[in-house]
């Protein structure tokens, strides 16, 4: 069984609109959430990580953590071609020394 | 900084043969971890080293499958007797090694195994 899972699998958006990722865990051990983008030919690049429950925004995203469902979201405003990417969330836990358990990824695509 | 560098960027190799994949940390870094890419699998973690000492091995398959940090410039992953399902990209990342820090993944090694 998955222990992140991830939605949509892919989505579009116009240039300039909004997207919106989902991960839900089914681990309680998880403490910490990575969202991690990775372009064609390169490795996972992280964007943000977060632990609190709330909002964090770091410029154009937004990343949401609910720990009582353990669902955390990221939403990037104002998409650009650029941020088209395969789009990962991936949490850890401290006793398992913070290696990194990923979803399944979603694709994006932003049409110009 | 040039990032964390992985070596070869793309491998072939026949079945039964051996392959071997360097990944050369980012400077200072005390964690080093492998991870593997494959469409149907995912990412999937592999193994890591802190301060070069092997911590955590629960993701290599139990055989064929070693990974080695003889000093803490670099860290190979080394996959005997190779067949077609180990086909994939390896990931090699780094981090400081305090807490929940930041994993920085090199491009990855493209394996192919005909």
């Known amino acids: 069984q998955q222990k992140v899972q991830q939605s949509p699998e892919s989505l579009s958006v116009p240039e300039g609109g909004m997207a919106s990722f989902n991960c839900t865990s089914s681990?309680?051990?998880?403490?910490y959430f990575w969202w991690y983008r990775q372009h064609s030919g390169e490795g996972p690049k992280a964007l943000m990580?977060?632990?609190?429950?709330g909002d964090k925004k770091e410029g154009r995203f937004t990343a949401h953590l609910n720990k009582a469902s353990l669902h955390v979201s990221l939403h990037i405003r104002d998409s650009q071609p650029s941020d088209s990417a395969l789009y990962f969330c991936?949490?850890?836990?401290?006793?398992?020394?913070?290696?990194?358990?990923f979803g399944t990824g979603t694709s994006l695509l932003v049409d110009p | 900084n040039a990032g964390v560098i992985q070596t070869p960027r793309h491998k072939v190799t026949g079945k039964g043969q051996e392959a071997t994949l360097w990944c050369e940390p980012i400077?200072?870094?005390?964690?080093v971890f492998w991870y593997r890419q494959t469409i149907v699998q995912g990412l999937e973690f592999l193994t890591y080293?802190?301060?070069?000492?092997?911590?955590?091995d629960s993701g290599m398959p139990k055989e064929r499958f070693s990974a080695q940090m003889p000093n803490q410039s670099h860290s190979t992953l080394k996959i005997q007797s190779t067949q077609p399902q180990d086909s994939a990209v390896y990931l090699c990342?780094?981090?400081?090694?305090?807490?929940?820090?930041?994993?920085?993944f090199g491009p990855g090694t493209r394996l192919t195994v005909l």
């Open positions: 990342a780094s981090s400081s090694g305090t807490g929940n820090a930041e994993q920085f």
């Open positions: 681990d309680r051990n998880f403490q």
């Open positions: 990580s977060i632990f609190s429950d």
């Open positions: 991936a949490a850890s836990e401290p006793d398992m020394g913070y290696k990194l358990t």
């Open positions: 400077s200072g870094h005390s964690a």
């Open positions: 080293f802190r301060n070069q000492a092997p911590i955590d």
